[in-house]
């Protein structure tokens, strides 16, 4: 029982981000609401239930809208907005550091927009500064698929890396003050990535690739690398990421573990990927359930000042390097 309740005080005292949620597109095809009326994994209830701080909402287009690719991710930039008015009390859209601690002061969820696949950009650089205009503060370069920016995890046997523009992209990024992604991105573009980096390089939801052998996961070598460059990977909540036999809360923070012994403890953190996946880890059935993970690392024997890191410490130092 004092375990327990242990584990409670230190979830209620950390700051808990989530670094990547599909919330936006499920909202804007009616599917979802913040105010809890969905069928989704977040709202702003179950956030408050399990003791979120801090949400990277990501704009998610489907390859199949070609053509209209800038369209959508407008429509879903406008929902984001449109809902932080909508829940100003509650939720913050914060594009600053500055933002974020005045969110966490006045208690309130702070929401980052982000972009998940380069494709919206439709290669432009006038397209990415625009997005940063609206308050966008990551891009994931791609997703499965190939873009203008670099290849997908799913055609990583063509051994092709950044394009010129991705190069272009990558050092906007940085200039503006954005959070590289490299989460789908195939590992000839990682490795780019990597190279030319010259801020914390970040993976919004993955895992171990030693723990479960899928091709959005990490090597430790990859793990190894994000990590000296002082970016985070956000442990990601899709089963098949997690394990091909059911996985639960205890294979989640086996990857947890795997990936700061690999990388560091400053190198782990969440990216649930809610909302982006049909099914979920058992015991981690929806946001609210995020206290049970703390759970699971108490009674692992975790310091606490460790599990305060996973939580959500890594990535405010991460957002404080980065953010302009």
Known sequence: ??????????????????????TLSLLVEGRSSLAGAGQGHVDLRRLRQGGVNVVFFAVFVHPKYRGVYLRKALEQVDTFHTMAAAHRDVLSAVCEYSGIRRALAEEKIAGILTVEGGHVLEGSLGVLRVLYHMHVRCLTLTWNGRNKIAYGVGESEIKKGLTPFGREVVREMERLGMLVDVAHLAPTGFWDVIDMATKPVIDTHANSRVLCDHPRNLTDEQVRALAGTGGVIGVNFVPAFVSPAHPTVETVADHIEHLAAVGGIDCVGIGSDFDGTAKTVTGLDDVSCLPLLTTCLVDRGWPQADIRKVLGGNWLRVLKETLN
């Open 1 to 22: 029982m004092a375990q327990k309740r242990n584990a409670e005080i230190i979830h209620r005292d950390a700051v808990v981000v989530d670094a990547h949620c599909d």
